[in-house]
């Protein structure tokens, strides 16, 4: 990773692109790992529940939705037109069986039907929100009522300092994000936190915080 430069690996974490981005997500895949297991270990999927996940990436860690509970229907999407190409690679068994759509479009305006999903997931994709309001109000409008929105991600206080977060990432404190979440209408239900050592996008070895938000509708 050191040749890229941190202003455009910041942006290709937000959209990767390229063969560039192949390398981009190969990274996120090892710095994510831990917080989708974290996050998923955090939420309970009921039998044959509708499950949208918002910015899949390649789609490494579809199968850990599957593994959780393997009755889910699951749509992923990701406006990366390299990343939902190699989601489609990577899970041509769950789309042959019918368990997986990918759907390559951005979050703010989705085809999927209203009041469709029981569970929204979106894990380190909530810093590239550029318009919040109406991000959340897409979110809402294809969630049923008393649906649950599960955000993973990690706090100012761990990202700011990250040479790569200076251009294209909002980040928040966790006070930040539930206020963001109640104006928009959203319940808190629950809020966990872990502590972890992993490895960064940008190959060096920090501490971190993981947390996992989960708010209804």
């Known amino acids: 990773m050191n040749e890229i430069n941190p202003i455009e690996l910041g942006r290709q974490l937000k959209k990767p692109t390229g063969e560039t981005g192949l390398v981009v997500a190969g990274n996120m895949n090892i710095a994510n790992e831990q917080i989708y297991d974290f996050v998923l270990s955090q939420i309970s999927i009921s039998d044959n529940s509708t ?29 990366s037109d390299v990343m939902c190409n190699e989601a489609k690679a990577l899970n041509k068994e769950f789309i042959n069986n019918n368990k997986l759509l990918v759907q390559c479009e951005d979050a703010i305006e989705m085809s999927s039907s209203d009041e469709f999903f029981d569970m929204v997931v979106t894990i380190n994709t909530v810093y590239f929100w550029e318009q919040k309001e109406k991000q959340l109000n897409e979110i809402k409008r294809v969630m049923k009522k008393g649906g649950l929105f599960v955000i993973g991600y990690r706090p100012k206080s761990v990202m700011k300092d990250f040479p790569s977060t200076q251009e294209v990432f909002n980040l928040y404190e966790p006070e ?40 209804k509708k």
Do not use: P, W
């Not at 966990?192 to 947390?211: C, E, H, L, Y």
């Open 176 to 215: 930040d994000l539930e206020s963001l979440m109640k104006q928009n209408g959203f319940e808190i239900i629950k809020e966990a936190r872990q502590a972890t050592n992993r490895t960064a996008v940008d190959g060096s070895q920090v501490q971190s915080i993981d947390i996992c938000l989960i708010v």
């Open 51 to 79: 499950v949208l996940e918002i910015g899949c990436g390649n789609g490494k860690f579809i199968s850990k939705f599957f593994d959780s509970n393997s009755t889910i229907h699951l749509t992923v999407v990701d406006y």
